[in-house]
T-cell receptor, first 112, second 114 residues
Framework: EDQVTQSPEALRLQEGESSSLNCSYTVSGLRGLFWYRQDPGKGPEFLFTLYSAGEEKEKERLKATLTKKESFLHITAPKPEDSATYLCAAGVTGAGSYQLTFGKGTKLSVIP | ETGVTQTPRHLVMGMTNKKSLKCEQHLGHNAMYWYKQSAKKPLELMFVYSLEERVENNSVPSRFSPECPNSSHLFLHLHTLQPEDSALYLC?????????????FGDGTRLSIL
């Protein structure tokens, strides 16, 4: 069974304190690893897609990396506005081109 | 209007009511999705419409009925729902292709069943 596990479940950081969120996946035939940000009362906002091990993507204070078993979302010098729930999803083969398996998310709180 | 728009944003209904959720995408995509988001659970895919083909999660109860009249509009018809159906219902769209393309989400309909 395809599985995506995110850790930690919740993370509190002081402003400027860098850290990483983890997304480990067990899927048969990865066809893309996706990161989303979700604010309260809003839908998930697309951040990155990674397609192959070794690939990296950056956007402002966020950097996403991918290995054959997991992905990391590194947050450098976070600010309070980075507070949100971060979701990871794996695109899988064998279920059409459209199947995403989501993790439960990591709720990030950045304290001023 | 840009992106993916969902209406209504909030809905309270009794178990015997019939209601519909609406989704419209302005991104020129050709695939649309319904997801259910409950507290402490991962997003659960309910239905997919792609190039007029419907793919569904077999665990979705028949009290949920999707309709996709064209590539820009998606509906979720609700009838005789149960209290456990209270959740955030999210619509998404994407461009279908050989590799998974990112899905873009609306802000959801918060559904409460009395």
């Amino acid at each position: 069974e395809d599985q995506v596990t995110q850790s930690p479940e919740a993370l509190r950081l002081q402003e400027g304190e860098s850290s990483s969120l983890n997304c480990s996946y067990t899927v048969s035939g990865l066809r893309g690893l996706f990161w989303y940000r979700q604010d309260p009362g809003k839908g998930p906002e697309f951040l990155f897609t990674l397609y192959s091990a070794g690939e990296e993507k950056e956007k402002e204070r966020l950097k996403a990396t991918l290995t054959k078993k997991e992905s990391f979302l590194h947050i450098t010098a976070p600010k309070p506005e980075d507070s949100a729930t971060y979701l990871c999803a794996a695109g899988v083969t064998g279920a059409g081109s459209y199947q995403l398996t989501f993790g439960k998310g990591t709720k990030l709180s950045v304290i001023p | 209007e840009t992106g993916v728009t969902q209406t209504p944003r909030h809905l309270v209904m009794g178990m015997t009511n019939k209601k519909s959720l609406k989704c419209e995408q302005h991104l020129g995509h050709n695939a649309m999705y319904w997801y259910k988001q409950s507290a402490k659970k991962p997003l659960e895919l309910m239905f997919v419409y792609s190039l007029e083909e419907r793919v569904e999660n077999n665990s979705v109860p028949s009290r949920f009925s999707p309709e996709c009249p064209n590539s820009s509009h998606l509906f979720l018809h609700l009838h005789t729902l149960q209290p456990e159906d209270s959740a955030l219902y999210l619509c998404a769209s994407s461009q279908s292709g050989g590799r998974n393309q990112p899905q873009h989400f609306g802000d959801g309909t918060r559904l409460s069943i009395l």
